[in-house]
């Protein structure tokens, strides 16, 4: 054909074409010098068209640009080649170009134009507004009521960016609907963990409500995926019942749903009994979503377990499926098999992703090895801002606060804005180390990033000024808060109990049961049987202990009974304490703590008889608890039992088990000052032992003049 009107040649046409589908920019700039030689970029639309094309496909957004720059007539085509090309990965570009398109009044914008720019408003951080400036220009040229793929792009802004109800007027309004409009809509109400009115919509879509009925792997993918908790299991059944039925367990984006929707109900069983059954489609996502539940539902040990057989049937793993193979052995606390993993990811080439960095150092703070933590984190070129949050949360988690507050003072240094969760973690450190000075400096910085008081930070900033001892700033702070969620309530009971406000604490509990949208947790109880503890308040704690299994269905752990165990023994019902430790209700709990404080309760209460008892239980079952150890030794000294000593201190050197020295500090000047029994290391030691001695003598003087004051008075 030699047409005239058709200026660029079929081959060139077909080449340029395969070109972008190989992603080859050699071959493809090659053809597109060859177009600009036969003259036709300038004066065809469809050859420049074709020539933006090829460069958007191979992502090469800049000569896409040039490209586009180089048509003199340019169509809606045209604009829509570079819109579309732009709308993934540059909204701002997008829109400016959606402008300019708008001024060159020659052109009109059409449905595809519009598919790209809801494509962008939808990756974008614009908010509702410039959403529906979009539509409302949509409706006005007449591109939406009667086009199915720029109504549905639209309905996809609206659900991402969080309202679903204009989606859902949106979608009743569409007069043609297709699959992946249910789907989207589906998977609107999934985001807002809405599990009624996905499946009520999935319902209608089968009673073909609303004009056609589409069901296909994606809209049973969007619904399944909206079953997230166990009370949702029956519905979640019953759409599996229904893929099983209709064939769509053959596809595996919809048996994957199905895996990860029982992992999430914790109905692990049948989640392992789904993916054995689907032998035959098997692939690394499958037995990731397998892993991952697996991780989810605290089954560490048997995550593990199906990686080694993943490994064994030849599949490679994701990205996300070692992620949560690094944190199943992090939480087992398992070093050796996080440095395997590791290995592992090094051969594979994954160690250069983000996520996969920040697990390996959070599973190596995990297992108490800061040390390859560090290395981990020191290797990498530029580590990301959730890198260094990672690294410090590790610090703090192992107690070396003092690098924490560094680390993150260095992060500012190199130009990194903190998220929330790194100034919560740096909170933490300034909290234990008790510096209420570098704690309002952090204060100040979460003020001038522009964080509110939500959580995590509001509870990080209760805890901190609590630890502090200045509770009326903790509680403040609680009172400004705008959303108090139980993490936040719980912070606060905390800072009252830990305070010896536990009147306080008890009220305040009973503000959170009227609140009815909060409900009590664990934590919860472990602050509230805590303050009846340091109040001696012996029923009202055993009413509470009560009260979390019948009121809230909340099984007692061992520290709920350990802190029962506290309120006995301070109230002197050692042997009540005694048979509550050993009662058939406790016996697959841990007990040494709760023996552990029982023979406290017992030397307090000079109960030497049964602190032998409870010593010697203590001895039975392996503790390496120092304490334990002298606390049963004074006791058999007050005996006057010499052999009982013996013993004692020969268990404590069997067991390697030695006494950690006393440490104190204090903070002067927004300066932390840590001391050791018999440290002789601090710079101004000789200053301070010169000071200690002066106050020493001044005591002694006083003490003599009280004492002539007495005699005189006597006489």
Not at 251 to 269: E, P, Q
Not at 548 to 569: F, I, K, R, W
Request: glycine share 8%; hydrophobic share 40%.
């Amino acid at each position: 054909m030699t047409r005239k009107t058709i200026l660029l040649p079929a081959v060139l046409s077909d080449q340029l074409a395969n070109s972008a589908a190989r992603r080859d920019i050699i071959r493809g700039a090659s053809i597109h010098a060859a177009i600009v030689k036969i003259g036709s970029l300038h004066t065809d639309s469809f050859a420049g068209n074709i020539v933006v094309n090829f460069y958007a496909k191979c992502e090469r957004l800049p000569e896409a640009g040039r490209a586009f720059d180089d048509i003199r007539n340019r169509d809606v085509g045209s604009w829509n080649c570079l819109i579309n090309a732009n709308s993934h990965s540059n909204p701002c570009v997008t829109f400016r170009l959606f402008r300019r398109m708008m001024s060159d009044f020659s052109v009109l914008p059409n449905s595809f134009t519009f598919t790209g720019l809801f494509k962008a408003a939808a990756g974008n951080d614009a908010r509702l507004g410039g959403a529906k400036e979009l539509h409302g220009v949509a409706v006005k040229v007449g591109c939406i009521s009667g086009d199915v793929f720029a109504g549905t792009a639209l309905l996809n802004v609206y659900c991402r960016l969080g309202f679903v109800r204009d989606a859902r007027k949106l979608f009743d309004r569409m007069r043609l609907k297709n699959s992946v409009s249910w789907a989207t809509m589906i998977s609107g109400y999934t985001i807002e963990n809405d599990c009624h009115e996905a499946s009520k919509l999935f319902r209608s879509n089968l009673r073909g409500t609303g004009g056609s009925f589409c069901v296909n792997e994606f809209v049973l993918t969007a619904v399944v995926s909206a079953v997230g908790a166990s009370e949702f299991l029956v519905i979640g059944e019953q759409i599996h019942d229904y893929t099983v039925k209709n064939g769509f367990l053959s596809f595996v984006a919809v048996n994957t749903s199905i895996i990860t929707m029982y992992s999430k109900c914790g109905s692990l069983d049948a989640a392992h009994r789904c993916f054995t059954e689907s032998s035959t489609i098997w692939n690394s996502i499958t037995w990731g979503a397998m892993i991952t539940g697996y991780v989810q539902n605290g089954s560490f040990a048997s995550a593990l377990r199906m990686f080694s057989e993943m490994h064994h049937f030849g599949v490679t793993p994701t990205k996300y499926t070692l992620v949560g193979v690094l944190n199943a052995c992090g939480d087992l606390k398992s070093l050796n098999s996080g440095k395997q993993i590791h290995c592992f990811l090094l051969k594979l080439g994954f160690e250069s992703h983000v996520y996969i960095k920040s697990a390996l150092i959070d599973t190596f703070a995990n297992c108490n090895s800061v040390y390859d933590a560090w290395k981990a984190f020191d290797q990498m070129s530029e580590p990301d801002t959730v890198v260094w949050t990672t690294m410090i949360s590790g610090y703090v988690q192992n107690a070396q606060n003092e690098e924490a507050l560094s680390l993150y003072c260095r992060m500012g240094m190199e130009g990194l804005l903190p998220t929330d969760l790194t100034l919560a973690s740096t909170l933490r450190a300034c909290s234990c180390l008790g510096s209420l000075g570098l704690g309002k400096q952090l204060h100040v910085h979460t003020i001038k990033h522009g964080f509110n008081l939500d959580n995590p930070i509001g509870s990080a900033l209760m805890t901190m000024y609590a630890k502090s001892g200045d509770i009326g700033q903790s509680f403040l702070i609680f009172k400004k808060m705008s959303t108090r969620d139980v993490v936040a309530w719980n912070s606060m009971l905390s800072a009252f109990s830990q305070n010896g406000l536990g009147n306080h604490a008890l009220q305040l509990f009973d503000e959170m049961v009227e609140n009815k949208r909060i409900i009590p947790n664990t934590i919860t109880f472990i602050n509230l049987l805590s303050a009846c503890s340091h109040m001696g308040l012996v029923d009202k704690c055993w009413n509470y202990f009560r009260s979390m299994q019948t009121n809230y269905g909340l099984m007692p752990t061992a520290e709920h009974c350990a802190c029962m165990v506290d309120t006995l023994s301070r109230a002197g019902l050692l042997e009540s304490a005694k048979l509550f430790i050993e009662s058939p209700s406790l016996v697959a709990m841990e007990k040494r703590h709760m023996w552990c404080i029982l023979l406290g309760g017992c030397m307090n209460h000079r109960q030497f008889e049964l602190g032998t008892y409870v010593g010697e239980k203590l001895m039975e079952l392996g503790t390496s608890d120092s304490s334990a150890y002298i606390l049963l030794s004074n006791i058999y000294a007050a005996l006057g039992s010499r052999n009982g000593i013996e013993r004692v201190r020969r268990g404590m050197m069997l067991n390697g088990v030695s006494k950690e020295p006393g440490c104190s500090w204090i903070e002067i000047r927004n300066r932390v000052h840590v001391f050791l029994v018999r440290d002789q290391q601090h710079p101004e030691m000789t200053e301070i032992c010169e000071a200690l001695r002066t106050l020493n003598k001044k005591m002694k003087s006083l003490k003599e003049r009280q004492e002539k004051t007495v005699d005189i008075s006597i006489d």
